[in-house]
């Protein structure tokens, strides 16, 4: 990941935009950037902002679909040979479209052909569009080319539709426009123990930053962050208050469904596969017990197919 382009970058391909959540549709437009790289003999660059413009402007980020870690290394795999992010100042908020493109775009990347969406607008209060890409591109000597679309019988793959998808508690039908299962990744903190006290014990995790779906148990893989290697683990989570034991307080609890080690401090990725049930109040624990075991193999017979 560069926050500083390299000071011999060669001409590129740009693709622009904030790509939150790098959806079937932000992939299609690095392919498409990618393809022109390749045919011209250009540098793919996927070019990104952090934080979000919104909450620089005061309007309140969405929710994150994925961290900027991740962010990066999906551009990445979807094609990009560099990714830069641009942090989001109001500096930037406040350039002239003519200053963005001949400062960032021309000057630090070298860009020959920009990738843009056509209903992209930058510059301050929004002033530059597609057309004014384009004509700042003849100009100066570049292409704007307009991004593909890319849907199913559904529309258009958008962040606010996996969002949407995400917040129904329909992960299956995010992950259709993801291309990938909406993940959560954070550190496994301490926790009371009270999954090893009946025989489940689970993993607790702290400083999740990605959308959380509605509280309920839901089949997951889980991979440990800190080691690329690792295969990932079959397991079911729990994000709620826990009712039965009067909780008040919303945890991520992971229960892996072969035992494994000692996973305290480390960092996981948890991809949410299909929901399996509301969050419920059970009466004492044996009948939560009794509930657990039916999850559990039901997220095996979940897990074999996906």
Request: glycine content about 10%; proline content about 4%.
């Amino acid at each position: 990941m560069s926050r500083e382009p390299r000071e011999q970058r060669s001409p590129s391909v740009v693709a622009v935009g904030n790509f939150d959540g790098v959806h079937k549709g932000h992939q299609a437009v690095i392919k498409q950037a990618r393809a022109l790289a390749d045919a011209h003999g250009f540098e793919c660059v996927a070019l990104t902002f952090d934080p979000h413009p919104a909450e620089v402007l005061g309007r309140g980020a969405p929710a994150r679909l994925t961290t900027l870690e991740m962010r990066v290394d999906l551009l990445r795999a979807s094609g990009a040979s560099d990714v830069v992010v641009e942090p989001f100042t109001m500096e930037l908020a406040n350039s002239s479209p003519s200053i963005f493109v001949r400062d960032l775009l021309v000057a630090r990347l070298h860009t020959r052909v920009v990738v843009v969406g056509k209903n992209f607008h930058f510059g301050k209060k929004r002033a530059g569009s597609f057309e004014t890409m384009r004509a700042l591109g003849a100009e100066l000597g570049f292409d704007a080319v307009a991004a593909e679309v890319a849907g199913d019988a559904r529309g258009r793959f958008s962040s606010s539709r996996a969002r949407a998808a995400i917040a129904a508690g329909d992960v299956v039908g995010a992950a259709a426009v993801l291309g990938r299962f909406h993940a959560l990744t954070g550190v496994v903190e301490q926790g009371d123990k009270l999954g090893r006290k009946i025989g489940f014990p689970t993993a607790n995790l702290g400083g999740v930053v990605e959308m959380l779906p509605p509280t309920g148990v839901y089949a997951v893989w889980v991979t440990r962050r800190a080691s690329p290697d690792d295969l990932r683990q079959a397991g079911v989570m729990n994000i709620g208050v826990r009712p039965t034991v009067g909780g008040t307080k919303l945890r991520i609890e992971v229960h892996l469904l072969e035992a494994g080690r000692d996973l305290y401090g480390a960092k996981l990725r948890v991809d949410l596969v299909e929901r399996l049930r509301d969050e419920a109040a059970f009466d004492g624990l044996p009948e939560l017990e009794a509930q657990i075991k039916k999850d559990i193999a039901r997220a095996r017979a979940v897990l074999a197919d996906r």
